[in-house]
């Protein structure tokens, strides 16, 4: 660990105040408030053991995924999260073959209705011996059926073609779907990256963000979390140029979400951890070790020149207002 830890110029003392930082004193955090945006409750089998780039491959290649609910929902209460937003494990279909169905998945956010908030994320198919297909009236029924059963959002990434010049009239289906229901949509950086997640490019959402005015849109991962490579500082100015665009700051440091308010408002700027599993990660390149964990994002709220009404705003209140939960 510590060898590790030194990798990052990081000490014990450093460790500890991170994980016992000033997020423990967010109003939000101690009266239980903070809303999670972006979340999973399932992960990758064996992914907490891994300690460099090479073994979290071989985890990914594996294609295996657990259920991780338990631990999950005891870090959210660790962590003052009254609810957190997922979706479907993306890493379930091997080939044409389901490990685990919608269905299945269903039932493992069920076990806490009052904790998880589902946003639809297309399987690739309604049953598990169908080969996979993007056919956008097929999803949109799909879409339509989840959001009548109480989904309060839909995943963009695996839905949307993502390529420079993408046409919006594609999926025009699925969006108008969207509109109908007044939800928003989540856009996973992942699917805009190149040579392996690094060059997030969250631009290529731009031409649905601008079609579908009266939709919503969440750029995710805080527009990518390598931040040195640019995504993030991309995912502010795209998100600058249109009203409905968003802001989730997974694993964003304190410069990101400080210029994420200055440039959007604080009322565009949405809490999220991308977080599966709770243990520290420390093979992740450009200071992103801690990125996908509950206090890292809520410390860089914390420790950002922020009043305590933007905080609440980050941390709880524009999810509630887009997702229309109660207080």
């Known amino acids: 660990m510590c060898d590790s830890l030194e990798q990052y110029g990081l000490t014990r ?4 105040h991170l994980v016992e930082g000033p997020w423990r004193r967010l109003r939000a955090v101690l009266e239980r408030k903070v809303i999670d945006v972006h979340s999973h409750n399932w992960k990758p089998k064996g992914i907490e053991y891994v300690r460099t780039m090479r073994e979290r491959a071989k985890v990914y290649q ?4 657990v259920d991780n609910t338990e631990e ?26 389901l490990q685990i169905t919608y ?43 989840r959001l009548q059963q109480g989904a309060r ?17 594609a999926v025009a ?11 928003p949509v989540h856009l996973n950086m992942t699917g805009t990256s190149k ?25 995710g991962d805080a527009g990518g979390k390598r931040f040195p490579m640019g995504g993030g500082w991309q995912a502010i100015m795209s998100a600058s140029m249109y009203e ?45 070790w801690d990125a996908y964990l509950h206090w890292s994002t809520l410390n860089a709220v914390a420790l950002a020149d922020l009043s305590e009404a933007q905080q609440d705003v980050i941390l709880h209140k524009n999810t509630r207002r887009l997702l229309k939960i109660p207080e």
């Not at 289906?173 to 939800?183: A, H, M, Q």
């Open 103 to 145: 269905s299945d998945w269903l039932e493992s956010i069920a076990r806490y209705p009052d904790r998880f908030i589902e946003y639809v994320s297309w399987p690739g198919a309604t049953e598990p011996d169908q080969p996979p297909t993007k056919d956008p009236v097929q999803v949109a029924r799909f879409v339509r059926a």
């Open 173 to 183: 289906p699925i969006l108008e779907t969207v509109e109908e229901f007044g939800v």
């Open 153 to 169: 959002m839909i995943e963009g990434e695996g839905i949307f073609p993502i390529f420079p010049n993408g046409d919006p009239r």
């Open 13 to 16: 003392e450093d460790l500890v």
């Open 62 to 65: 594996s294609n295996e995924i």
């Open 195 to 219: 040579a392996y997640k690094v060059m997030r490019q969250p631009e290529l959402y731009l031409p649905y963000i601008q079609a579908y005015p009266r939709v919503n849109f969440i750029l």
């Open 72 to 97: 999950f929902i005891l870090s959210m209460d660790m962590h003052g999260i009254e609810k957190a937003c997922v979706n479907y494990p993306t890493k379930s279909r091997r080939g044409t073959r």
């Open 244 to 288: 409905n665009a968003f802001l989730e700051i997974s694993g964003a440091p304190v410069a990101i979400v400080e210029t994420a308010v200055r440039t959007l408002g604080a009322d565009r700027v949405l809490y999220a951890s991308d977080q599966s599993f709770a243990a520290i990660r420390y093979f992740e390149p450009c200071g992103g």
